[in-house]
């Protein structure tokens, strides 16, 4: 059974970085597509970041440019790094893990508890 743990989060200014952890447990994701995605309060969860197993990545055009995933099949980790954050960027953030090689959208996919990151003065 995959079970993923996220961390990292935290409160963090504006302007300020922060780098997500998500640790996959009871299953090898190298050949797995992985993704992040973030749920503000009243909002619908959306993509931020996914990464192919063969290490695409693709971004909204809202982090394009800011956040940037990376993976470390080794760890079985993935980390999405996000930079100059705003207030904007303030959600509950999830990893997900998909058993296809491209494809986050699966029936199959797992999530984590979430992570809340806070971008405040």
């Known amino acids: 059974q995959v079970r993923l743990t996220e961390s990292g989060g935290g409160l963090v200014q504006p302007g300020g970085s922060l780098r997500l952890s998500c640790v996959a447990s009871?299953?090898?994701?190298?050949?797995?597509?992985m993704g992040w995605y973030r749920q503000a309060a009243g909002k619908q969860r959306e993509l931020v970041a996914g990464?192919?197993?063969?290490?695409?990545?693709r971004y909204p055009d809202s982090v394009k440019g800011r956040f940037t995933i990376s993976r470390d099949n080794a760890k079985n980790t993935v980390y999405p790094q996000m930079e100059s954050l705003k207030p904007e960027d303030t959600a509950v953030y999830y990893c997900?893990?998909?058993?296809?090689?491209?494809?986050?959208?699966?029936?199959?996919?797992?999530w984590g508890q979430g992570t809340q990151v806070t971008v405040s003065s």
């Open positions: 990464i192919t197993s063969s290490g695409n990545a």
């Open positions: 997900k893990h998909s058993p296809d090689r491209v494809a986050l959208e699966s029936d199959r996919a797992t």
């Open positions: 009871g299953i090898s994701i190298s050949n797995d597509a």
